[in-house]
Nanobody, 124 residues
C-alpha cells in the first residue's frame, strides 16, 4: 500500500501562483509514476500532469502546459505541482495519484493509489 497526502491548496486571485505538495509513504519503492488530476464541480476528473518516479520525465495536459510544473524530491518522497498564471477555470479539487504499472498514464485507471484531494479556488 502507498499512502498519499496532499497539501497547499487555497484561494488565490487569477494570475497568482500556488504550489501543491503530495507526500507519499508506505511501499513507495513500488511506484513507477506519480500524477496530478483535478475535478471541477459537475465535471469528470481530468489529467493535469505526471512524472516518472525514477527519472525526470514529465507529462502535461495541454490546458496547463507552460503554466504548471511537476517535480519530485525522492529523498522526501514528495511530488510537487507548481501552478503559475492561474485562471478561474483551474478551480477544482486537485488529487495526487501513484501508479505501479510500468507506464506513465494520463487516465484515471492508470493509477492505483489516490490522495484525499485539496481544493484550489481561483477568483476572477
Amino acid at each position: 500500500q502507498v499512502q498519499l497526502v496532499e497539501s497547499g491548496g487555497g484561494l488565490v486571485q487569477a494570475g497568482g501562483s500556488l504550489r501543491l505538495s503530495c507526500a507519499a509513504s508506505g511501499r513507495t519503492f513500488t511506484v513507477y509514476a506519480m500524477g496530478w488530476f483535478r475535478q471541477a464541480p459537475g465535471k469528470e476528473r481530468e489529467f493535469v500532469a505526471a512524472i516518472r518516479w525514477s527519472v525526470r520525465s514529465t507529462y502535461y495536459a495541454d490546458s496547463v502546459k507552460g503554466r504548471f510544473t511537476i517535480s519530485r524530491d525522492n529523498a522526501k518522497n514528495t511530488v510537487y505541482l507548481q501552478m503559475n498564471s492561474l485562471k478561474y477555470e483551474d478551480t477544482a479539487v486537485y488529487y495526487c495519484a501513484a501508479g505501479i504499472e510500468r507506464a506513465v498514464r494520463t487516465d484515471n485507471g492508470g493509477y492505483d493509489y489516490w490522495g484525499q484531494g485539496t481544493q484550489v479556488t481561483v477568483s476572477s
